[in-house]
């Protein structure tokens, strides 16, 4: 990455329809110049506390506070180097504040960093908040859950079928805090490419949408729609939690800086095509028996020549396939490898989705616009019509001419006008509830 990259971002932090406390917090430090940019780059932070109320409020913001504090404290160095401590030093402030105060013993928070810097995309992990990485048509999550349904699958004790059915997912098994030291992940430095953008946001996020949800909406709107609409939908189905987004794009280089840098060498597709090669495979397998079947009965048929070239040339083909299979499934074997022993392997993500424009989706947020619009009438919802309005027939009217990119922004967009009197309405239901009841009615002496 360059000086030169224009950087993009938008951030949100939202605390849910049934949480009274936000205990997440976020952190972005953008460099205001080059000399500070090359020395540690742009930053970009999410914390999401544990340990109950005000408890898991402080861990995260002590969190949100050090770790950038520290980070651009430091001397000029390696920035892996200098982001792992970063994070460690945070570690100790919250695990030394939870000790001194009998309160605040074992509060914790995870951690999710992501420098954009010189050296390419560095990130700084601990627990179960994720960064993203959505590049051309596909969504990466750079981040290892550090969570029991992770660990479970990594251990190979449990399909990953059965632990998402069995087991609890809310249960992390590493965060700063509880422990004096903490074991940080460091991945990267991924090679930034112009165009790439990057999410990082905390579980209550991802409990409620999908990854090809979050790459869809990360890809195709700017990062403040984006950020305002994976906030808007984890509430309408649920907003069983805090949810916090960053949402950080790198854009082209000006014209005057277009001699750039080569292109990084694409990663692998990880899982993506195993399935397709699989095929191939088996395809090729077929293809040789029925070489060796065929020839077998040509020489039963005395069709001697043609029959040993057709059995001796199938075989040798299956021999290959065998030979190819063994190898590849050794390779896949090094490349998992990684998981065992917490090692970063740069190139490698540790999920990936293919991402295609999805105009159900886009189905998906008409049907929720309209029934929000019916709410709001009904339940007479402080609204800025008129603005909504004006977006809401724009975006029909895209949708009737097959712009669907630009009905995807607008409906996105009359959504947002709609959830915010939806706030103020739910707002007004709790301070009405708290507050009118009216004074309790006297019993009166006989």
């Given at each position: 990455?360059?000086?030169?990259?224009?950087?993009?971002?938008?951030?949100?932090?939202?605390?849910?329809?049934?949480?009274?406390?936000?205990?997440?917090?976020?952190?972005?430090?953008?460099?205001?110049?080059?000399?500070?940019?090359?020395?540690?780059?742009?930053?970009?932070?999410?914390?999401?506390?544990?340990?109950?109320?005000?408890?898991?409020?402080?861990?995260?913001?002590?969190?949100?506070?050090?770790?950038?504090?520290?980070?651009?404290?430091?001397?000029?160095?390696?920035?892996?180097?200098?982001?792992?401590?970063?994070?460690?030093?945070?570690?100790?402030?919250?695990?030394?504040?939870?000790?001194?105060?009998?309160?605040?013993?074992?509060?914790?928070?995870?951690?999710?960093?992501?420098?954009?810097?010189?050296?390419?995309?560095?990130?700084?992990?601990?627990?179960?908040?994720?960064?993203?990485?959505?590049?051309?048509?596909?969504?990466?999550?750079?981040?290892?859950?550090?969570?029991?349904?992770?660990?479970?699958?990594?251990?190979?004790?449990?399909?990953?079928?059965?632990?998402?059915?069995?087991?609890?997912?809310?249960?992390?098994?590493?965060?700063?805090?509880?422990?004096?030291?903490?074991?940080?992940?460091?991945?990267?430095?991924?090679?930034?490419?112009?165009?790439?953008?990057?999410?990082?946001?905390?579980?209550?996020l991802t409990s409620h949408l999908k990854d090809e949800?979050?790459?869809?909406?990360?890809?195709?709107?700017?990062?403040?729609?984006?950020?305002?609409?994976?906030?808007?939908?984890?509430?309408?189905?649920?907003?069983?939690?805090?949810?916090?987004?960053?949402?950080?794009?790198?854009?082209?280089?000006?014209?005057?800086?277009?001699?750039?840098?080569?292109?990084?060498?694409?990663?692998?597709?990880?899982?993506?095509?195993?399935?397709?090669?699989?095929?191939?495979?088996?395809?090729?397998?077929?293809?040789?028996?029925?070489?060796?079947?065929?020839?077998?009965?040509?020489?039963?048929?005395?069709?001697?020549?043609?029959?040993?070239?057709?059995?001796?040339?199938?075989?040798?083909?299956?021999?290959?396939?065998?030979?190819?299979?063994?190898?590849?499934?050794?390779?896949?074997?090094?490349?998992?490898?990684?998981?065992?022993?917490?090692?970063?392997?740069?190139?490698?993500?540790?999920?990936?989705?293919?991402?295609?424009?999805?105009?159900?989706?886009?189905?998906?947020?008409?049907?929720?616009?309209?029934?929000?619009?019916?709410?709001?009438?009904?339940?007479?919802?402080?609204?800025?019509?008129?603005a909504h309005n004006k977006i809401y027939y724009e975006?029909?009217?895209?949708?009737?001419?097959?712009?669907?990119?630009?009905?995807?922004?607008?409906?996105?967009?009359?959504?947002?006008?709609?959830?915010?009197?939806?706030?103020?309405?739910?707002?007004?239901?709790?301070?009405?509830?708290r507050w009118k009841k009216g004074p309790p009615t006297?019993?009166?002496?006989?």
């Amino acid at each position: 990455m360059r000086w030169e990259h224009p950087v993009q971002f938008a951030s949100q932090s939202d605390v849910g329809f049934r949480r009274r406390n936000n205990e997440d917090s976020i952190s972005v430090r953008i460099c205001k110049d080059q000399e500070s940019w090359r020395d540690h780059g742009h930053f970009f932070l999410v914390a999401d506390g544990m340990g109950g109320h005000a408890v898991g409020e402080l861990a995260s913001k002590m969190a949100s506070e050090t770790v950038p504090h520290t980070f651009f404290k430091n001397k000029p160095g390696p920035v892996a180097k200098s982001l792992k401590s970063a994070i460690e030093v945070a570690n100790q402030a919250i695990n030394e504040r939870g000790m001194a105060n009998r309160e605040f013993m074992r509060m914790g928070t995870t951690c999710s960093s992501l420098c954009l810097c010189a050296e390419g995309a560095v990130i700084g992990h601990v627990g179960d908040s994720r960064v993203y990485r959505v590049r051309e048509n596909r969504i990466d999550q750079l981040t290892f859950d550090h969570s029991l349904q992770w660990e479970l699958i990594r251990q190979g004790r449990m399909r990953p079928e059965e632990v998402y059915l069995n087991e609890p997912r809310n249960v992390i098994t590493r965060s700063l805090g509880p422990e004096p030291v903490v074991k940080v992940d460091i991945e990267g430095p991924y090679p930034v490419m112009a165009g790439d953008c990057y999410i990082l946001c905390s579980d209550g996020l991802t409990s409620h949408l999908k990854d090809e949800e979050i790459g869809m909406i990360a890809k195709y709107l700017d990062p403040r729609d984006a950020c305002r609409l994976m906030i808007n939908l984890a509430n309408l189905r649920g907003g069983s939690d805090n949810i916090s987004v960053v949402v950080v794009r790198v854009g082209e280089l000006p014209d005057g800086n277009l001699s750039q840098v080569k292109p990084p060498e694409p990663e692998p597709d990880l899982e993506l095509d195993k399935g397709y090669s699989d095929w191939l495979w088996l395809a090729g397998v077929w293809g040789a028996s029925l070489m060796v079947a065929t020839g077998i009965l040509m020489w039963i048929l005395t069709k001697f020549d043609k029959g040993e070239f057709l059995t001796f040339g199938g075989m040798s083909l299956l021999v290959m396939l065998l030979v190819r299979k063994v190898f590849a499934q050794r390779e896949s074997n090094q490349r998992e490898a990684y998981l065992d022993t917490n090692k970063t392997v740069e190139w490698k993500p540790y999920r990936s989705e293919r991402l295609k424009f999805n105009t159900d989706f886009l189905q998906y947020l008409t049907t929720m616009e309209s029934e929000l619009q019916r709410a709001a009438m009904e339940e007479e919802w402080t609204i800025e019509w008129s603005a909504h309005n004006k977006i809401y027939y724009e975006a029909k009217e895209e949708l009737e001419k097959k712009k669907y990119l630009q009905a995807f922004r607008d409906f996105s967009r009359a959504i947002d006008i709609l959830m915010t009197g939806l706030h103020s309405y739910r707002k007004e239901m709790v301070h009405q509830a708290r507050w009118k009841k009216g004074p309790p009615t006297a019993s009166q002496d006989d």
